[in-house]
């Protein structure tokens, strides 16, 4: 098993040193390819799943011909049965980056397009992280209180516009959305709690969805600094031939809802460390810009303790759709035209692999 991290580990590109890993962080394009290689190891094992099901969902997606600028009427949605998960888990998979399921609290949105009842993106939160350094950094939370605080806001693991919209810029629209009270509200509705705040990290680097999104001169999206590059998706291709030879071995292996949070990252620290490797391989060192959106104007006094009071921002979703559109998507739709030539049918190419 040690031998197999390793050789993996040298074929992707990294050089392996006793105690740590390193790439060349400044190289985009072979990050990129990093991440469509776990990308692509994701999508092997759903190939089956999404043979069965695109042919049920391609028509949520649309072709340029089918969108007129002028009247997209966005409005969200929920994901509240199975059928709305799938329409979710299929457009996921169309990111660059492996798909994830997200953990703890889980909210799911399909965010569509009224006028053609198409699709034009997605949002998914979950429970935050408890130690997230770019934004512990900024607050002073009151004594015994972090836990409690910090469980008052929810991380944004994926969102993102779907084609031909996110030609049209819907990636901004998404954004300004998880800023919304309705988004708002249906989280509190559901939980029965507060929602102050959420935080994000782009996917490569700087990130050009969030990097100066305002809404006139609200800041929606503040860049609080850098995350240090820890995760598993770098050893994902070798993830369940590793967790097959790590039970022979008799390396303890957590599966199901007892295995916490992150039971990929806790298994893979126990095979590491049963192997004789480092932990420190975890650390992949593509560090990703990491964002705040607040939903409350008090938050630095909230967190100290100084308000005990939440003062909530009150941005409608109506009001950031037509900002959106008027500063962002009526004049890309004009300026380039590659939007109307998508045809839906290319979605087919991206999701099924090894087509003759």
Aim: glycine share 6%; proline share 5%.
């Amino acid at each position: 098993m040690r031998s197999i991290i390793i050789e993996h580990l040298v074929n992707i590109g990294y050089k392996v040193f006793a105690d740590r890993i390193e790439i060349d962080v400044d190289n985009k394009k072979f990050i990129r390819e990093l991440h469509r290689s776990a990308r692509e190891s994701e999508l092997r094992k759903m190939q089956s799943w999404i043979k069965n099901c695109l042919p049920i969902y391609l028509e949520y997606f649309a072709d340029g011909a089918e969108i007129d600028p002028h009247k997209v009427e966005p409005y969200i949605l929920c994901v509240s049965n199975k059928h709305e998960e799938g329409l979710f888990k299929m457009a996921r998979l169309l990111w660059s980056l492996p798909y994830t399921r997200g953990f703890g609290r889980r909210m799911k949105f399909l965010v569509l397009d009224n006028h053609n009842r198409k699709l034009i993106g997605i949002i998914g939160i979950q429970s935050p992280p408890l130690d997230f350094p770019p934004r512990d950094k900024m607050f002073s939370y009151k004594e015994g209180c972090k836990t409690y605080l910090v469980n008052k806001t929810v991380d944004i693991y994926t969102l993102g516009a779907v084609p031909p919209y996110n030609m049209l810029i819907g990636g901004k629209l998404l954004a300004l959305l998880a800023a919304s009270k309705e988004l708002r509200e249906l989280y509190m509705n559901k939980y029965n709690d507060d929602l102050v705040a959420m935080t994000t990290t782009s996917a490569f680097g700087r990130s050009s969805l969030y990097n100066r999104l305002k809404y006139k001169d609200i800041l929606i999206a503040e860049p609080i600094g850098y995350t240090v590059g820890y995760g598993t998706f770098h050893l994902d291709a070798i993830y369940d031939k590793a967790v097959e030879i790590a039970i022979q071995l008799g390396v303890p292996i957590a599966n199901g809802f007892r295995a916490g949070p992150k039971p990929k990252w806790s298994n893979w620290v126990r095979i590491l460390n049963g192997v004789g490797l480092p932990s420190q391989y975890l650390k992949h060192n593509i560090s990703r810009e990491a964002f705040l959106i607040r939903h409350i104007e008090n938050l630095e006094n909230y967190f100290s303790g100084l308000d005990t009071t939440p003062k909530y921002r009150h941005l409608y979703f109506q009001e950031l759709v037509s900002w959106w559109k008027n500063r962002w998507m009526l004049p890309r739709s004009t300026r380039q035209t590659e939007w109307q030539k998508w045809k839906k049918e290319k979605i087919i190419n991206q999701l099924i692999l090894n087509q003759n």
